[in-house]
C-alpha cells in the first residue's frame, strides 16, 4: 500500500509544482521596435528586406518604435519622422498613433492600422486609411524586430 501512495504524493506533487503558461498581454508583445520586412501599397509589394531590386528601398528605414508604454515614434520610407503616443483599442484588433508632431499630410495626427498577426519577432497591420505619400492608397506592412 505505501509505494501506491507514494507514487501517488510524488505525481501530485509533480502536477502541482508545474509552471502555468500565461499569455503575453498584446500591448507588451508590441513594446518594439519594429521595422520593415515586406510593404505592399495596393495590391503592389513594393519592398521586401533584402531584395536588390525595390520598387521604393527607402522602406529599409522605415521603422516603428513602440518601446515605451504609450509613445511612439514612426519614421516613414521618406525619413521623415513623428513622435506622438499609440495606443491599443480594448478589443486588440486596432492600433492608433495619435497626436503625431509633426503632423504628417492629410492625417490630422492620427494614423491607425488594424492588427494582424502578431508573433514575438513578427507584426502584422494594415492602415486604415489612405496614405497620400504612397500615391493615396491602403499600404499593409509586415513587420519585424529586430
Known amino acids: 500500500m505505501k509505494p501506491i501512495y507514494s507514487i501517488f504524493a510524488l505525481s501530485m506533487l509533480l502536477l502541482c509544482s508545474c509552471k502555468k503558461e500565461t499569455a503575453i498581454p498584446l500591448t507588451d ?7 520593415a520586412n515586406v510593404v505592399k501599397e495596393g495590391s503592389t509589394t513594393v519592398f521586401t528586406k533584402g531584395a536588390s531590386t525595390n520598387a521604393k ?6 521603422r516603428l518604435d513602440l518601446t515605451t508604454t504609450t509613445s511612439a515614434r514612426l ?9 506622438g503616443q499609440w495606443a491599443l483599442s480594448a478589443d486588440e484588433k486596432t ?8 503632423q504628417p499630410t492629410g492625417t490630422n495626427g492620427t494614423i491607425a492600422y488594424t492588427v494582424g498577426a502578431v508573433t514575438e519577432s513578427t507584426l502584422t497591420v494594415a492602415r486604415t486609411t ?3 505619400k504612397s500615391g493615396g492608397v491602403l499600404n499593409d506592412y509586415q513587420l519585424v524586430n529586430p
Open 29 to 35: 508583445q508590441l513594446k518594439k521596435v519594429w521595422s
Open 95 to 102: 492600433l492608433t498613433l495619435s497626436n503625431l508632431n509633426p
Open 130 to 132: 489612405t496614405s497620400l
Open 75 to 83: 519614421t516613414e520610407f521618406d525619413g521623415n519622422t513623428f513622435t
Open 57 to 62: 528601398p527607402g522602406y529599409s528605414q522605415f
